[in-house]
């Protein structure tokens, strides 16, 4: 903070070597030769006075003393040596310097927590605690005097008890630290000099420190308060991260947990205030009553093959099964391969003739010719391809046309096959809203708190419907008290309502 009143000075209070933040105090209330800031500190933070001297300062050959004071009670001072200034460098006072058991110690500058309470304030307490929550540092030009060894005495600043303050002794201000020292530390005898004031002993400035905690500036409004967070629940979801996500879910889980359970509770009590009709003694037994659900078809090894063959796809649609064959459909979905004996006599002849094989791809096959089967392919012929032509030979069955040995595959879809049965259904995965929190992603949490904003929604919109429908009936039975009571009776009996309104 640069002095006004003195070009060139400029004093800050320091944490860690780095100037503290400062923001202006308003205008009223300004003395001449005072400059006022507000500041914001951490308690716990060791702190001290820094002084700048630059080019454009006007004493240049003056010793300036400076003088610190800690909530209004002096803590320690240093003399600035003309010869010894350097434009731009710093001199702190970070410590108290004093005699304690016959040594000289120091100890640094602390802000510390101020503790209040609700106790009655004592007469002597308005001027001591007047400057609580200030510092105030006081230049004066002057000549310096080393004063002679063995003469030299230390300041003798009290640090604040720990015991509370007052909230009235505070006026309404909004102060939760102090200022006070730490431990002991010895040192060597330091060097002390004393000042004569030719000029008079008026300062040249006077800066005031109002050091204060964020929420204390919040309070006082030199800083803007900071915006209340959205709550988690009524955030966007694609802005949520996954533990957030996650947290959300949770307290909807909980939230209808609760709501069920106080259901439950006023179902039961509500069941306890009924009559009870009949003494135990009268009421027979209940008898035993077992629910039975849908049987699971049982998994049963295939007599086939089993053997999944994928084909043309069959096309089924709802014409009358009256317009198809007996049988055309029977071996719908299955080959056949047939072994018989035969002998070859006569000499081979080219083979001349057609498959009489027709393919059902193109056909559209009612549901009802399934017969319950799960069928959803066919096989169809590929390609036609030229080939060289064959040759046969009149075959001969001395053992009659009765094959000794035959084959049947049933052809299905995989998801056919799990409908029959054949092989294990795969396990559905459990809806989002039974997973276990920890094992959902980013995204499936993210869903989870869409559906439930969707289905908040719904629910604000029925109850506004509801409302809007009962204020209707309101205005309606307040401007024709008399209808709507013809109208209620009318109800209660059952008329309808045509042959009365006409």
């Given amino acids: 903070m640069k002095s006004e009143d003195c070009p060139g000075l400029s004093v800050t209070l320091q944490v860690n070597g780095a100037d503290l933040l400062e923001y202006a105090v308003g205008e009223?209330?300004?003395?001449?030769?005072?400059?006022?800031?507000?500041?914001?500190?951490?308690?716990?933070?060791?702190?001290s006075v820094g002084i700048r001297y630059d080019r454009a300062f006007l004493y240049l050959h003056d010793t300036i003393e400076v003088r610190a004071w800690l909530d209004g009670q002096y803590a320690d001072g240093i003399c600035s040596n003309p010869k010894k200034r350097r434009s731009g460098q710093v001199e702190a006072i970070d410590g108290i310097n004093s005699v304690q058991n016959g040594r000289w110690v120091i100890q640094k500058l602390?802000?510390?927590?101020?503790?209040?309470?609700?106790?009655?304030?004592?007469?002597?307490?308005?001027?001591?605690?007047?400057?609580?929550?200030?510092?105030?540092?006081?230049?004066?030009?002057?000549?310096?005097?080393?004063?002679?060894?063995?003469?030299?005495?230390?300041?003798?600043?009290?640090?604040?008890?720990?015991?509370?303050?007052?909230?009235?002794?505070?006026?309404?201000?909004?102060?939760?630290?102090?200022?006070?020292?730490?431990?002991?530390?010895?040192?060597?005898?330091?060097?002390?000099s004393t000042m004569e004031f030719p000029y008079g002993k008026d300062a040249i400035a006077t800066?005031?420190?109002?050091?204060?905690?964020?929420?204390?500036?919040?309070?006082?409004?030199?800083?803007?308060?900071?915006?209340?967070?959205?709550?988690?629940?009524?955030?966007?979801?694609?802005?949520?991260?996954?533990?957030?996500a996650r947290e959300v879910v949770r307290r909807n889980r909980e939230r209808d947990a609760a709501r069920v359970q106080i259901k439950q509770e006023f179902k039961k009590e509500k069941r306890s205030h009924a009559e009870v009709i009949e003494d135990d003694e009268n009421v027979e037994d209940d008898p035993e009553v077992s629910f039975e659900g849908k049987?699971?078809?049982?998994?049963?090894?295939?007599?086939?093959?089993?053997?999944?063959?994928?084909?043309?796809?069959?096309?089924?649609?709802?014409?009358?099964?009256?317009?198809?064959?007996?049988?055309?459909?029977?071996?719908?979905?299955?080959?056949?391969?047939?072994?018989?004996?035969?002998?070859?006599?006569?000499?081979?002849?080219?083979?001349?003739?057609?498959?009489?094989?027709?393919?059902?791809?193109?056909?559209?096959?009612?549901?009802?010719?399934?017969?319950g089967r799960a069928i959803s392919h066919t096989a169809k012929l590929g390609e036609a391809k030229a080939c060289i032509a064959q040759t046969a030979q009149n075959p001969e069955y001395p053992y009659g046309r009765q094959p000794f040995a035959t084959f049947a595959f049933k052809y299905r879809s995989k998801r056919d096959i799990q409908i029959e049965g054949v092989i294990a259904r795969i396990p559905s995965p459990p809806p989002l809203e039974d997973r276990d929190l920890d094992s959902l992603t980013a995204e499936e949490a993210r869903e989870l708190v869409r559906r439930m904003h969707a289905q908040q929604d719904e629910q604000v919109r029925i109850t506004r419907e509801k409302r809007a429908?009962?204020?209707?009936?309101?205005?309606?039975?307040?401007?024709?008290?008399?209808?709507?009571?013809?109208?209620?009776?009318?109800?209660?009996?059952?008329?309808?309502a045509s042959t009365w309104l006409t």
């Fill in 28 to 47: 009223d209330g300004d003395e001449a030769d005072t400059s006022k800031r507000y500041v914001e500190v951490v308690a716990g933070s060791k702190f």
């Fill in 110 to 192: 602390q802000f510390a927590a101020l503790k209040t309470d609700d106790g009655l304030p004592k007469a002597s307490m308005n001027d001591t605690l007047k400057e609580l929550g200030t510092i105030r540092v006081e230049c004066r030009r002057g000549r310096e005097r080393r004063i002679p060894a063995g003469n030299e005495s230390g300041a003798k600043f009290e640090p604040r008890k720990s015991e509370g303050v007052p909230e009235k002794c505070l006026k309404g201000r909004a102060i939760s630290s102090h200022a006070t020292v730490c431990e002991a530390i010895p040192i060597a005898t330091p060097r002390f």
């Fill in 207 to 244: 800066f005031h420190f109002l050091y204060r905690s964020h929420k204390d500036l919040q309070i006082e409004g030199v800083i803007p308060r900071s915006p209340t967070p959205v709550p988690v629940e009524e955030r966007d979801p694609d802005s949520l991260t996954l533990e957030e």
């Fill in 295 to 371: 049987k699971r078809k049982r998994s049963r090894n295939s007599r086939d093959s089993g053997v999944e063959i994928t084909f043309a796809e069959l096309a089924t649609g709802d014409r009358s099964a009256k317009l198809m064959k007996p049988g055309s459909v029977a071996s719908l979905g299955e080959v056949k391969v047939h072994c018989i004996w035969i002998c070859r006599a006569g000499a081979p002849q080219p083979l001349v003739g057609q498959s009489s094989f027709k393919p059902a791809a193109g056909e559209s096959i009612p549901e009802k010719c399934l017969m």
């Fill in 469 to 496: 429908r009962s204020v209707v009936d309101d205005d309606d039975a307040l401007t024709n008290p008399g209808r709507s009571a013809i109208a209620n009776t009318l109800r209660h009996l059952a008329i309808p």
